[in-house]
């Protein structure tokens, strides 16, 4: 949460925004498994990240694309908003933005924040309630759009 006094001395507990990415690229999703210092350290998830104070989401997505992955991206589109209060492992009632990113080049390495990344094909993803967080819940979401394109953004 993020506490903040507003100009009239009332006080409130904001949610942080947070951006992921679903990368495809042949068949296979780029995932990341989360160092084990952060919160669900050790569970495979979805490239994503805090946006930063002064950048958009599409900048905060392909920024935390290149550190996590070392990949670079294009946005193609908004996928979700996730505004549920109640989201599993979350101490910070996160508002995710989803964007589907088209992988463009290897450029990097990833940085401290992942332990492994890998292009995992989708007949053989983890167990989607093994994923960090709900971005099991989230992949799911987007095999089912594959299948049955509607238009987007989802608003959960």
Known sequence: ?????????????????VVHAIVEMDGKLL????????????????????????????????RELKEETGWEGEVMTLFMINTNPDRPHEDRQNVPLTFIVKPIRKVGVPDHESTAIDWIAIEKLPPF?????????????????????HPLPLLV
């Open 31 to 62: 995932l990341i498994k989360r160092s084990n210092e952060l919160l669900e350290g050790g569970k495979w998830s979805l490239p994503s990240g805090f946006l930063d104070r002064d950048e958009t989401a599409q900048e905060g997505i392909l």
């Open 129 to 149: 309630d093994e994923l960090a967080f709900d971005h099991g819940e989230t992949i799911k979401l987007y095999l089912d759009y594959k299948n049955n394109p």
């Open 1 to 17: 949460m993020i506490n903040c006094t507003f100009e009239n001395g009332n006080k409130a507990s904001l949610r942080h925004v």
